[in-house]
């Protein structure tokens, strides 16, 4: 049986449950019986940039940089077919991705949902690797890792975290390389699936029109037996500093892109929510909307709507990142810099704060309003060991002065500028 727990926010209505199996594998479950959709995940902490491990007690094992969206690829395929074509039976939208720290497969549905719901638990636990599917397989990765070479809005992201990082993975393509995916074997690729795809590293999460022990059942029904193992990533040596602060590449766009990020020291492997609640709370008010600075550069036609912020975080890396499209890419960062100097030496205005807290809230209360946004808020609470309702309850309780110690992390001399230029005729 499964440990359950159920949360609730008062003010908001809303709940979810949280039970743990004994096999490790938690579920997190949001009944919305007013919504005629579900939405689940079936997902691992497995990413782009675990290419070092072991399991507990073991020897270290690396492997080739891609591997984790490899496996993403060939999970779908079994000797019957693929599952692909199973949820086309059931008349299921089914996807699925990789990012630098998970894995996940995923469906949608308005009906079916439990015979959709047995496909995922099916493929997810049951991989099928040969030598030939995966031969086949570097030649499709192979083209459309030479796709992403080529595309300028992803160059201009990885580029700066090539500028930025200098030996954690963050800075390798979630696809890997054409000579680093030909190193791929199907012996490999069960190795990966046996340490990361184990119930004890991964998570189930579903919204929407379900009835969650009906939920809880089938999963306890379909769960293979297998023994927990415990993962430890590998550590990499990132200085603080960052490679060499501007790269440049020629691709074929209208006007220059650019990405201009700040390089966090991570001394801890992940960024607590509060200090991500914080960052975006600063993003907003530096450069949102209705800033005064994005408004100025907005006018003087140096950046469009396109541009726009994030807090870039994961498991032993952090960084604040800009991006956009600009005629003059180096004063759209200078002014980026100058604005945080800014806030440093004059501090965090309470009537701005307020307004950029008040909106971020705001946003934080519409995600539960669709199924998807809910699914993915759960596997965010999943990855990170937080529980649902905290991001609202930090906003909630958010002062000007919660800012003032992450202004540090705004260090000039730690930032990097990413830019892609027209090509010249």
């Given at each position: ?6 949360f ?7 709940s979810y449950i949280?039970?743990?199996h ?5 579920v997190?479950?949001?009944?919305k019986p007013a919504?005629a959709?579900a ?8 990413g782009s940039?675990?290419t070092r491990f072991?399991?507990k007690?073991?020897d270290w ?5 891609g591997i984790?969206?490899?496996l993403e690829?060939?999970l779908?395929?079994?000797e019957e ?11 299921a939208?089914?996807n ?5 720290d998970r894995t996940c497969y995923l469906?949608?549905c308005s009906g079916r949902f439990a ?5 995922l638990l099916?493929f ?6 040969t030598?030939e599917?995966?031969?086949k397989e570097?030649?499709i990765i ?7 070479d ?7 992201l990885?580029n700066l975290l090539?500028?930025m990082?200098k030996?954690h993975p ?5 696809a890997?390389t054409?000579d680093s ?5 199907d012996?490999l690729?069960y190795?990966c699936?046996n ?7 991964m998570?189930?999460?579903?919204a ?5 022990d009906?939920?809880?059942?089938q999963?306890?029904?379909s769960l ?5 193992v415990e ?5 990499f040596?990132?200085?603080d500093e960052?490679?060499?602060r501007?790269a440049e ?7 220059p892109?650019?990405?201009y990020?700040?390089?966090?020291p991570?001394?801890t492997p ?5 200090d ?5 709370l600063l993003l ?17 036609g ?10 870039f975080?994961g498991h032993g890396?952090?960084?604040p990142i800009?991006?956009g499209e600009?005629?003059?890419p180096?004063?759209v960062?200078a002014?980026i810099a100058?604005e945080f100097?800014?806030?440093k ?5 309470p ?5 950029v807290r ?12 669709g199924?998807?946004?809910?699914a993915?808020g759960?596997v ?8 649902l309702?905290d991001?609202l309850?930090?906003y909630?309780?958010?002062k ?7 202004l540090d992390?705004?260090?000039e ?10 090509v010249?005729?």
């Open positions: 049986m499964m440990h359950k727990e159920i609730t926010d008062q003010k908001l209505g809303e949280k039970a743990v004994p096999s490790g594998l938690t997190y479950i949001c009944e919504y959709s939405y689940a995940l079936f997902g691992t902490k497995y940039i675990d072991r399991v007690g073991g094992v690396d492997v080739p940089e984790a969206h490899f690829h060939k779908f395929e079994s077919g693929d599952a692909f074509t199973r949820y086309a039976e059931t008349g939208y089914a699925a991705f990789t990012s630098f469906f949608s015979d959709s719901f047995a496909i099916d997810v636990q049951s991989p099928y690797f030598k599917t995966v031969d570097q030649g192979g083209q459309e890792i030479r796709m992403y080529d595309d300028p809005d992803w160059r201009v990885f090539t500028a990082y030996n963050v800075r390798i393509d979630i890997g054409v995916i030909a190193q791929i074997d012996k690729l190795t699936y340490t990361f795809y184990n119930p004890a590293n998570f189930i999460c579903v929407g029109n379900v009835e969650a009906k939920v809880l059942r999963i306890e029904a293979k037996p297998v023994e927990k993962v430890e990533r590998g550590r040596d990132e200085p960052v490679v060499k501007k590449q020629r691709l074929s766009v209208s006007q892109l650019f990405c990020g700040f390089k966090e991570c001394p992940e960024k607590s929510l509060a991500k609640v914080y960052t975006n907003e008010l530096a450069v949102g909307e209705a800033s005064p600075l994005y408004n100025r550069l907005l006018a003087e140096l950046i469009n709507k396109n541009f726009g912020a994030e807090y975080t890396y952090a960084a800009f991006q600009s005629r003059d180096d004063k960062a002014a100058a100097r800014r806030l030496e004059e501090g965090i205005d009537a701005a704060f307020e307004t008040r909106k971020l809230y705001g946003r934080s209360v519409m995600r539960f309003n199924v998807e946004s809910v993915m759960l965010e609470a999943a990855m990170q060991g937080n529980r309702f991001e309850e930090i909630r309780m958010a000007p002065e919660d800012l003032t110690g992450r992390i705004f260090d001399e730690k930032s990097a500028l990413s830019v892609i230029l027209p010249e005729v």
